[in-house]
DNA sequence: CTGACTGCAAATAGTTTGCATGACG
DNA sequence: CGTCATGCAAACTATTTGCAGTCAG
């Protein structure tokens, strides 16, 4: 966890964005989360500790990490994104619950004889790939009994 | 095609909604389209034949359809949806360009074994999944030749 | 006929931009 | 110290809602 923070700012330095309170703030808050957090979720963690900082610099600093590839985002239906801390070489997916929202994470997604087949048919140049499975979690399952 | 948007209307009918030339012209718009249109531009395409249309109509009859899961959604990074008819029975995923937007559509997915395991293992009950790659499309490669 | 559908206008949510001030390196 | 980052306000885009009139069944 720590580490992932210190890793996430040396990134930072190493491309040339300063550290601030408020970015090492919002890489706390990530961080220090294994749901994932949608801006305004970042926000408010935030605002607990460092209730001056503006949701324009969540924005901004969200925009920065995953522009470094430091953080990944999700869309789980409708248009609201989230993200998630993503851990040095652990490459995972989502399982989310249509109903509250649950995420649960895998990995082992056995994707590259798919991907080496697309990328022989199609010519593209394949950066990485978005699986998400949709459903309903045990407990949601349970209340709606359909 | 044609069958596809009868059949579209016969499955609206089925769950007790009214055909209108509003909603025939979207479904025409969607079906008569292999790309994926996000809400604007079907609302572009569908005024070119039908100029009083409301870009609130188009957003009610695509939450009708998708609700019915007669369309399905892809999400491009960012928060832009887009759209695309669900041909019957084909399922099917999406390879896309981040330079320049374009929507490749392949199959054979072979999720079955993955999602079997994940069933197991989550006691989530999935009723589908999103699988997007992404990346460069082979003429926006040549441009930025990196 | 009658309830569902439409289109307008306005409200709302989410995100981005311009600019003056402040602080990291 | 210079430059990049911040925070405010305002702009913008995408989407939703309220409502009165209209139309499919």
Redesign the pocket.
Known sequence: MIYTEKRTEQEL?KNG???????RAVIDAIAGSHEHL???AIYNRVRREHP??????V???I?VLAGLGLICETHAG????SYLMRRPSEHHHHLICSDCGKVVDFTNCDLDDLESRLVKETRFKINGHLLEFLGQCLECSKIKGR
Chains 1, 2 share one sequence.
């Open positions: 330095r964005f300063k550290i601030t309170p408020q970015r949608t801006p305004a001056s900082i503006g949701l324009v610099t924005y901004r600093t925009e409708g248009s609201c994104r």
